[in-house]
């Protein structure tokens, strides 16, 4: 039996699985670390946290699983993107990974978007102006930090770190190449324009590579360690919501993917680059032929924790007592109300936003409250605003590709059926929902039989997914989301003018 093992370096942790060449999943390994928000706006990771992470979780699939009737063919990479690092000129770090999520270079997407360059940018890069983007991050250093900035030598994000320390090669895919914001879609390189705006040049960057390179010859003492198998590649992969797309087979025309686990994401695949003339949704690459359109979001899963830990501190002690998850117990309040929550409306911005408003000093709101609410309408109405943003950049798609034909989503959030069925009923179309839910991971490990010869088209994970679950639209609950959905949109839209107000005040009060 040949297995192969799909790796998700992601935000929070780094999840290994094994799979055979079925696409059945064998052995799983999940390795956290710290995202450290030191100060406003940070939000950054230790490369070598991660580095552990990824030998952690490397040691633990090969100590679970027996080789001695079976052949590990190799390694395949999915990660976040729009990560930064930089490095001196022996390739140590100067900085931590800077994530998408860190927001610090704000004012530098700010004026980009006033000055109309940010406009010019994306019609070459599909990466819309937000402080995410690396091309901002870069412009923050240059500014701010000159003294890491005339000290750097090199620049790349978290994937490409790990594969320079295991391999000594300095390289990028062209996945997480194009979600930089430096990288013409077009062309497939480096933007000169980009390059030009940020004082960096192409020696400073790693090398574009597809997705399907295959690198072998890890360092003796990292291959000691590990005990890998020396014929065995890593494969380079692509970036993480790319793959989730794969992963759950949404690589057809019309085949939507929604994603929520601690953020979210709706996105399809097309053909070729597609670029909104709004600057509403992103396009980057999962391939060289195949396009991934779609638009992220901050305030997925993360908004639930939220709610959690800081509106529902007793019902956590009541799960603890009864023994079970405290999630579910909510969702079971939830239940309570009916859809709409008695017109009460959230709007899911406590880390700003990205898709389809693209503003860091977003901010989150309760409206409509009056007295007859309850904290069971206020986490119906969180639950629903999180879907209701989805819902939002599922329109801006729309526009750009088409209607979809179907939906799958997958993501913590869509492991409870309540929202589940909110997915279904506020975006009126059948959901449907994988039971193995580390897409990413999945689709790696398919980008990595398709590098090896051992699949001819990507389109085989179809017949890997195994058991879904469809929910259908309740028709009951139409009424109330069809008039609710158009006041959320109007709303999130007219308080845009006093976002930067209010962060600013928060800022000052830091």
Known sequence: MDYIIGMDIGTTSTKAVLYDLEGKALAYSNNLYALYRDTNGMAEEDPDEIFDAVIHGLQEILRKTDFKHGTLRGVSFSSANQSLIALDKDHQPLTRIITWADTRATKYAEELKRNGTGSLLYQHTGTPIHPMSPLCKLLWLKNEHPEIYTKTAYYCGVKEYIFYRLFNVWQIDISVASCTGIFNIFNLDWDNRALEL???????????????????HMNAEYAKILGYPSDAPFIQGAFDGALSNL?????????????????????????HPVIDPKERVFCYALTKKLWVVGGPVNNGGVIFRWARDNLFDAEQNTAALLKIDSYDLLTKIAETVPAGAD?????????????????????????????????????????EGIVYNLYTVLLALEEVVGKPKSIMATGGFTQSPLCRQILADIFETPITIPEDFESSCLGAAVVGMKSLGLVDDLKVVKNFIGKTNTYEPDSNNFKAYRQLVPIYIRLSRQLKSEYQNIADFQRGQA
């Open 343 to 383: 017109g009460l409306i959230f709007l899911p911005f406590l880390g700003g936003e990205r898709a389809p408003i693209w503003d860091a000093d977003a901010r989150g709101t309760f409206f409509g409250l009056t007295q007859m609410h309850t904290r069971a309408n206020m986490v119906r109405a969180i639950l």
């Open 198 to 216: 940020t004082g960096v040049n192409r020696n400073q960057l790693p090398k574009i590579v597809d997705g399907y390179q295959q690198t072998l």
């Open 247 to 271: 992963g759950v087979g949404a690589i057809s025309e019309g085949e939507v993917a929604v994603t929520i686990g601690t953020s979210g994401g709706v996105r399809v695949v097309t053909d």
